[in-house]
């Protein structure tokens, strides 16, 4: 099927050399850093993890999100997303691809990553982050692959198959879980010790995900025969709307307990990262950015008249995404390390080298999606008016 | 016994396909190992050894910068630490590596002061260092390994060639007690003061006090406690009762850095100084 990847058109073949030269700029940052260490990052002593992290945290949520079409057409037997489902599991072998080189852009001595297997060691959250994210993996892409295979030959997917998609479901919830798991069990870090942090990362997660969906659904149609069709599409606006309410709300919590409380050490990230500490305010601007985006784009979506427009709402996905990519993927964990262990203030910006590299691993992340999306969009178009149950 | 050349080439080969080429090697050459005795395969009998080693400081002792900047020294020239300066010459805090250090009172012990304290208190200096806890953060969260709890004795020990610089432990110690090489530390090492007895590290890899652990093998005290002045700092066996840190302890106020999250700190700050033990 892969061959279906290889014919495009003149827009397809620009598209995928644009994401080949980004790649491989950031290649040449990224054998730079290789080679110097980590210094050439924004990072120190006292903010030992940046905009990696940050990314891959984000990912890990865009990944799991995959389980929001599952769950409905699977479990629900929502027809409906009959079609879009390959999209959701392809945007997660995607995602965990970028996870996976977003944390193996970060470590210190890169060729000793396999130690985290060679030397296993149960205690570790990352060990058992390393061994979810690669059975993730594993699964979206045999089920992904399997079920347009079969869709391609009009024929229902083998039965052994079923199996893995149910499995997939708490996967993905276990995925982000860990994830969050990395942060809220560390002693000192008042930020992160939340017991709300898992259901906070899943809620952003299940609003980030669907709403890159709700886009990636529009530009596919936009540019293909492939019609992922009206009704997916707002059914997605819906469960944002949803998961984006829960995570505000969850957001609410930790502003509640923080503040009502009165703890010094709930309150120093929260102020640092919204009005500023000790005269540093580096980060005010793009949290105040993130919260009015999720604002604005969680009143949007809560008017089905709004929501029903499909430009609105790619605005407000396009907004919500933006909210959510600032706040998990960076205010999160810079606000973590901000004030220090020693309650100083030492801020933390990311380099050019730095944020090219992170530029090069999106790209990467983008090329498999593309490459991913052109097989199955081929295949749609193919058997357009087809109905296969699965 | 002997064999001819016929006769091993038939050993060996068939060996080597069992995989049992490096067992019969050895059987046949018992005498390889029979001369070999390097001195280092047994542990010195000089070795300090304790169940539970931990540190007691006596800020009082340190009156100057001078007494600080002499255990700093002594420590981090030792262990080849590197010391990176901006091109003006101050601290390079982005790149900057330290194993123990001078903190004020305020930062050591963040939110313990109070509104009417007086300047010079707040500011106060504190040495801090690894405080070896009774319960790591840095070692539950390490998913190699490489940063472990001596069962014999309680050190948290580093193992600079399994670290993967992940950078897990330096956002699971609440001391900020674990410093990375962000680039390679070589150059930023004074030649003056090299030791050529201890490894450099590479970059990537995290690294933090070891309480001197090789010296405590060879049976010497851990350098910063040799370095500091009179009374300044003690260094011994807390789970022997008769131990001069046990005494202390048991006997007069001392308080530890965050003790409410669990880790059990064995790093002690002696509070009211004079005589003692």
């Given at each position: 099927?892969?061959?279906k990847?290889?014919?495009?058109?003149?827009?397809?073949?620009?598209?995928v050399?644009?994401?080949?030269?980004?790649?491989?700029?950031?290649?040449?940052?990224?054998?730079?850093?290789?080679?110097?260490g980590?210094?050439?990052?924004?990072?120190?002593?006292?903010?030992?993890?940046?905009?990696?992290?940050?990314?891959?945290?984000?990912?890990?949520?865009v990944a799991?999100?995959?389980?929001?079409?599952?769950?409905?057409?699977?479990?629900?037997?929502?027809?409906?997303?009959?079609?879009?489902?390959?999209?959701?599991?392809?945007?997660?072998?995607?995602?965990?691809?970028?996870?996976?080189?977003?944390?193996?852009?970060?470590?210190?001595?890169?060729?000793?990553?396999?130690?985290?297997?060679?030397?296993?060691?149960p205690?570790?959250?990352?060990?058992?982050?390393?061994?979810?994210?690669?059975?993730?993996?594993?699964?979206?892409?045999?089920?992904?692959?399997?079920?347009?295979?079969?869709?391609?030959?009009?024929v229902?997917?083998?039965?052994?198959?079923?199996p893995?998609?149910?499995?997939?479901i708490?996967?993905?919830?276990?995925?982000?879980?860990?994830?969050?798991?990395?942060?809220?069990?560390?002693?000192?870090?008042h930020?992160?010790?939340?017991?709300?942090?898992?259901?906070?990362?899943?809620?952003?997660?299940?609003?980030a995900?669907?709403?890159?969906?709700?886009?990636?659904?529009?530009?596919?149609?936009?540019?293909?025969k492939?019609?992922?069709?009206?009704?997916?599409?707002?059914?997605l606006?819906?469960?944002?709307?949803?998961?984006?309410?829960?995570?505000?709300?969850?957001?609410?919590?930790?502003?509640?307990?923080?503040?009502?409380?009165?703890?010094?050490?709930?309150?120093?990230?929260?102020?640092?990262?919204?009005?500023?500490?000790?005269?540093?305010?580096?980060?005010?601007?793009?949290?105040?950015?993130?919260?009015?985006?999720?604002?604005?784009?969680?009143?949007?979506?809560?008017?089905?008249?709004?929501?029903?427009?499909?430009?609105?709402?790619?605005?407000?996905a396009?907004?919500?995404?933006?909210?959510?990519?600032?706040?998990?993927?960076?205010?999160?964990?810079?606000?973590?390390?901000?004030?220090?262990?020693?309650?100083?203030?030492?801020?933390?910006?990311?380099?050019?080298?730095?944020?090219?590299?992170?530029?090069?691993?999106?790209?990467?992340?983008?090329?498999?999606?593309?490459?991913?999306?052109?097989?199955?969009?081929?295949?749609?178009?193919?058997?357009?008016?087809?109905?296969?149950?699965? | 016994?002997?064999?001819?050349?016929?006769?091993?080439?038939?050993?060996?080969?068939?060996?080597?396909?069992?995989?049992?080429?490096?067992?019969?090697?050895?059987?046949?050459?018992?005498?390889?190992?029979?001369?070999?005795?390097?001195?280092?395969v047994?542990?010195?009998?000089?070795?300090?050894?304790?169940?539970?080693?931990?540190?007691?400081?006596?800020?009082?002792?340190?009156?100057?910068?001078?007494?600080?900047?002499?255990?700093?020294?002594?420590?981090?020239h030792?262990?080849?630490?590197?010391?990176?300066?901006?091109?003006?010459?101050?601290?390079?805090?982005?790149?900057?590596?330290?194993?123990?250090?001078?903190?004020?009172?305020?930062?050591?012990?963040?939110?313990?002061?109070?509104?009417?304290?007086?300047e010079?208190?707040k500011?106060?200096?504190?040495?801090?260092?690894?405080?070896?806890?009774?319960?790591?953060?840095?070692?539950?969260?390490?998913?190699?390994?490489?940063?472990?709890?001596?069962?014999?004795?309680?050190?948290?020990?580093?193992?600079?060639?399994?670290?993967?610089?992940?950078?897990?432990?330096m956002?699971?110690?609440p001391?900020?007690?674990?410093?990375?090489?962000?680039?390679?530390p070589?150059?930023?090492?004074?030649?003056?003061?090299?030791?050529?007895?201890?490894?450099?590290?590479?970059?990537?890899?995290?690294?933090?006090?070891?309480?001197?652990?090789?010296?405590?093998?060879?049976?010497?005290?851990?350098?910063?406690?040799?370095?500091?002045?009179?009374?300044g700092?003690?260094?011994?066996?807390?789970?022997?009762?008769?131990s001069?840190?046990?005494?202390?302890?048991?006997?007069?106020?001392?308080?530890?850095?965050?003790?409410?999250?669990?880790?059990?700190?064995?790093?002690?700050?002696?509070?009211?100084?004079?005589?003692?033990?």
């Open positions: 099927m892969l061959e990847a290889l014919v495009g058109s003149k827009k397809y073949w620009m598209w050399s644009f994401l080949g030269a980004l790649i491989l700029v950031g290649l040449v940052n990224y054998l730079h850093q290789f080679s110097y980590l210094g050439i990052t924004g990072l120190s002593r006292d903010v030992s993890w940046g905009l990696y992290i940050g990314q891959f945290t984000f990912l890990v949520g799991a999100s995959a389980v929001m079409l599952v769950i409905p057409y699977y479990l629900h037997d929502f027809k409906k997303f009959g079609k879009i489902v390959i999209l959701g599991e392809f945007l997660a072998v995607a995602a965990v691809i970028m996870c996976q080189l977003f944390i193996f852009v970060d470590m210190g001595q890169p060729t000793r990553i396999l130690n985290v297997m060679l030397h296993p060691t205690n570790s959250i990352i060990f058992w982050d390393v061994l979810v994210l690669t059975g993730y993996l594993f699964l979206n892409i045999v089920i992904g692959w399997v079920t347009i295979g079969s869709d391609r030959k009009s229902p997917p083998p039965k052994w198959v079923k893995l998609i149910y499995l997939s708490p996967w993905a919830i276990s995925i982000h879980t860990v994830t969050a798991f990395l942060y809220a069990g560390l002693p000192g870090r930020f992160w010790l939340s017991a709300i942090m898992a259901a906070r990362f899943l809620a952003s997660a299940f609003a995900g669907p709403s890159l969906l709700i886009i990636l659904a529009l530009i596919v149609r936009k540019t293909t492939f019609d992922p069709g009206k009704e997916a599409i707002q059914a606006g819906k469960i944002v709307a949803y998961a984006m309410f829960a995570n505000v709300f969850f957001l609410g919590l930790e502003f509640f307990t923080a503040f009502y409380s009165q703890i010094p050490g709930h309150m120093e990230s929260f102020v640092y990262l919204y009005k500023g500490l000790e005269g540093h305010t580096e980060l005010v601007p793009l949290m105040w950015t993130s919260s009015v985006l999720a604002v604005v784009s969680l009143g949007m979506l809560l008017f089905p008249g709004i929501r029903r427009r499909e430009g609105l709402l790619a605005f407000a396009v907004a919500l995404f933006t909210s959510l990519w600032i706040d998990k993927g960076f205010g999160l964990i810079i606000g973590g390390f901000v004030p220090n262990m020693m309650n100083q203030v030492r801020p933390y910006w990311p380099t050019m080298p730095e944020s090219l590299i992170a530029l090069g691993v999106w790209s990467v992340g983008f090329f498999v999606l593309t490459i991913l999306y052109k097989v199955a969009v081929s295949v749609r178009e193919e058997t357009a008016g087809i109905e296969i149950e699965h | 016994m002997s064999m001819d050349r016929r006769q091993f080439l038939k050993i060996a080969g068939i060996s080597s396909v069992l995989g049992l080429g490096a067992s019969v090697a050895s059987a046949t050459h018992p005498t390889w190992v029979k001369g070999l005795e390097p001195p280092q047994g542990p010195d009998p000089k070795a300090l050894k304790a169940k539970h080693w931990a540190m007691v400081i006596d800020m009082s002792r340190f009156r100057t910068d001078a007494d600080f900047k002499k255990v700093a020294d002594a420590c981090h030792l262990h080849n630490v590197p010391s990176f300066k901006t091109p003006d010459g101050k601290v390079d805090i982005k790149n900057e590596i330290k194993w123990i250090w001078k903190e004020t009172y305020e930062h050591a012990f963040p939110h313990q002061d109070n509104p009417y304290m007086e010079s208190l500011e106060k200096p504190f040495l801090v260092l690894c405080n070896h806890c009774e319960n790591p953060a840095c070692v539950r969260v390490c998913p190699t390994k490489a940063t472990f709890k001596r069962p014999d004795d309680g050190i948290v020990m580093m193992d600079m060639h399994r670290c993967i610089g992940c950078r897990f432990c956002a699971a110690c001391y900020g007690a674990r410093s990375f090489n962000w680039r390679d070589r150059p930023a090492i004074d030649p003056k003061f090299e030791n050529k007895e201890y490894p450099a590290r590479t970059k990537g890899v995290v690294e933090k006090c070891t309480f001197c652990a090789e010296r405590l093998a060879a049976g010497k005290m851990p350098a910063c406690v040799e370095a500091a002045p009179k009374g700092m003690f260094f011994g066996d807390l789970a022997k009762p008769g001069e840190v046990r005494k202390i302890v048991t006997t007069r106020l001392t308080i530890r850095r965050k003790p409410e999250l669990g880790t059990g700190p064995s790093v002690y700050y002696l509070i009211g100084g004079k005589d003692h033990a």
